[in-house]
């Protein structure tokens, strides 16, 4: 089975300023991809990032980057330079090679103040 | 470029009655579909899922349905609503890869409100 845990109901950070976004997961498959997801008030899920397992580099996308550490399984988003559009429920999700679809986790609500 | 589209965007129905919810995808062939549910301030539970024409694997057992007619087209049904639908269903799809890479993007979703 497949589990992601994100701890932090809500996060506050100011603009401009760095977040980092926790996510745990657990499986037992050897090759599996984690992803994260921007949920907007307007309620679609904008894809962000990828990282697959046997990546070596964390992967980054812009202002958006994974701090991966497999051993402790996991997988926190950091997004730099923070702006008031990036004010959003962001989710955590992961695929295991064996299985046909994502787990998500149950969010983060982040508000980016002036 | 691929693009998903979902109507209607909002939908307020009587507990009871029918529903039918589309989804479409332009832009790429054979893709995987998939319909997730979220209640208010809740994470997404995956309902549905095809392969391919006519072949759905249901997640959940549930007074839902789910249809793809077409190679690109995914409906959501139900013949009597409950008050428990009521949510914002999201229709995503992925290209086949088979591999933990396969990523799904998602459409701009559907709110249900049963009264």
Request: with cysteine; hydrophobic share 30%.
């Given at each position: 089975a497949q589990k992601i845990t994100q701890t932090q109901p809500g996060m506050f950070v100011q603009e401009k300023e760095a977040v980092t976004l926790d996510c745990t997961y657990d499986t037992s498959d050897q090759s599996y991809g984690l992803f994260w997801y921007k949920q907007p008030s307007?309620?679609?899920?904008i894809f962000l990032i990828y990282q697959g397992s046997y990546d070596e580099q964390n992967a980054t996308e812009g202002r958006y980057s994974l701090n991966f550490q497999k051993a402790r399984k996991s997988a926190n988003l950091v997004i730099s330079a923070s702006q008031l559009g990036d004010s959003a429920m962001y989710f955590c999700a992961m695929r295991g090679s064996g299985y046909s679809t994502l787990t998500f986790g149950k969010g983060t609500m982040l508000l980016v103040s002036p | 470029s691929q693009t998903i589209h979902q109507w209607p965007a909002t939908l307020v129905?009587?507990?009871?009655?029918?529903?039918?919810?589309?989804?479409?995808?332009?832009?790429?062939?054979?893709?995987?579909?998939?319909w997730y549910r979220q209640a208010a301030g809740r994470g997404l539970q995956l309902l549905f899922y095809s392969v391919g024409i006519g072949q759905i694997s249901s997640e959940v057992p549930q007074n839902l349905s789910a249809s793809r007619p077409q190679d690109r087209q995914f409906i959501l049904s139900s013949k009597k609503l409950l008050l428990s639908d009521s949510?914002?269903?999201?229709?995503?799809?992925?290209v086949h890869s088979g591999g933990s890479q396969e990523t799904q993007y998602f459409g701009p979703g559907t709110r249900l409100l049963v009264l």
């Open positions: 307007s309620g679609e899920m | 129905q009587p507990v009871g009655s029918p529903l039918s919810l589309e989804c479409t995808v332009e832009g790429t062939s054979n893709p995987n579909l998939y949510g914002f269903y999201l229709c995503a799809w992925s």
